[in-house]
């Protein structure tokens, strides 16, 4: 696949480059495909999931999208919206091996994304919007309600784990050394072989069969 055209062109580190231009999927595909699923649309500057036609857990025509490229150490910046009762997520380090894994959480760490007030998830902890998917609850709760816009950064540069939302910080980890390998044998990633080893992958948006919206993409390389 081309990535050097458009919104897909590699930056040098220390630039910020976007990740999506508001107007096109470029720079984007379904894991595991050549194209982006119908589902997936752009609409007023934004890059939405339209779940109406939701098949099982997900949406038909949909699927979890992730970018042409892979980062290692970054800082993700952009604004997520969700849909009364909804859940997303967006999700990083995604090896895009679809005879070894089948989902892009089968490798990839998970900022929840989540209608708190709404979705059952939210009654379960460490599943709540801003969480660490599974791993760590954040702290402190400041998500908006559903279709508010919400602005997320998730920053990792060697090994330090930070998420921001809506201005603060609410969640700071270490990966990859003891406590973090305790951390994951606690949770429901543990059967997964290499989950939460990988230190490079794709970022990806979540389809879990709810409508979603995400805006102002933009990625840094540390």
């Given at each position: 696949?081309?990535?050097?055209?458009?919104?897909t062109?590699t930056?040098e580190?220390?630039?910020?480059?976007?990740?999506?231009?508001?107007?096109?999927?470029?720079?984007?595909h379904?894991?595991?495909?050549?194209?982006?699923?119908?589902?997936?649309?752009?609409e007023?500057?934004?890059?939405?999931?339209?779940?109406?036609?939701?098949?099982?857990?997900?949406?038909s025509d949909g699927?979890?999208?992730?970018t042409?490229?892979?980062?290692?150490?970054?800082?993700l910046k952009?604004?997520?919206?969700?849909a009364?009762n909804?859940?997303?997520?967006?999700?990083?380090y995604?090896?895009?091996d679809?005879?070894?894994?089948?989902?892009t959480?089968?490798?990839?760490?998970?900022?929840q994304?989540?209608?708190n007030?709404g979705?059952?998830?939210?009654?379960?902890h460490?599943?709540?919007?801003?969480?660490?998917?599974d791993?760590?609850?954040s702290?402190?709760e400041?998500?908006?309600?559903a279709?508010?816009?919400?602005?997320v950064?998730?920053?990792?540069?060697?090994?330090?784990l930070?998420?921001?939302?809506?201005?603060?910080?609410?969640?700071?980890?270490?990966?990859?050394?003891?406590?973090?390998k305790q951390?994951?044998?606690?949770?429901?990633?543990?059967g997964m072989?290499?989950?939460?080893?990988?230190?490079?992958?794709?970022i990806?948006?979540?389809?879990?069969?709810d409508?979603?919206?995400?805006r102002n993409?933009q990625?840094k390389?540390l």
């Amino acid at each position: 696949m081309d990535t050097n055209t458009g919104s897909t062109t590699t930056a040098e580190a220390g630039e910020w480059q976007p990740l999506f231009d508001g107007k096109t999927t470029q720079g984007w595909h379904t894991y595991g495909q050549e194209t982006v699923g119908k589902a997936w649309k752009v609409e007023n500057g934004t890059l939405y999931l339209d779940a109406s036609n939701k098949k099982d857990w997900q949406t038909s025509d949909g699927g979890d999208i992730v970018t042409e490229e892979e980062f290692d150490n970054f800082h993700l910046k952009l604004e997520w919206k969700i849909a009364e009762n909804g859940n997303s997520g967006i999700i990083f380090y995604v090896q895009e091996d679809t005879a070894a894994y089948d989902y892009t959480w089968s490798t990839g760490l998970e900022m929840q994304v989540l209608d708190n007030d709404g979705h059952p998830d939210a009654k379960i902890h460490k599943h709540r919007a801003g969480d660490l998917y599974d791993l760590i609850a954040s702290s402190p709760e400041n998500v908006k309600p559903a279709g508010e816009w919400n602005q997320v950064e998730i920053i990792s540069n060697n090994g330090k784990l930070e998420f921001h939302q809506n201005g603060e910080k609410i969640v700071e980890t270490t990966l990859w050394d003891e406590n973090w390998k305790q951390l994951v044998a606690g949770s429901k990633f543990a059967g997964m072989p290499g989950w939460g080893t990988f230190k490079s992958g794709k970022i990806a948006l979540q389809d879990h069969g709810d409508s979603v919206w995400f805006r102002n993409i933009q990625i840094k390389r540390l």
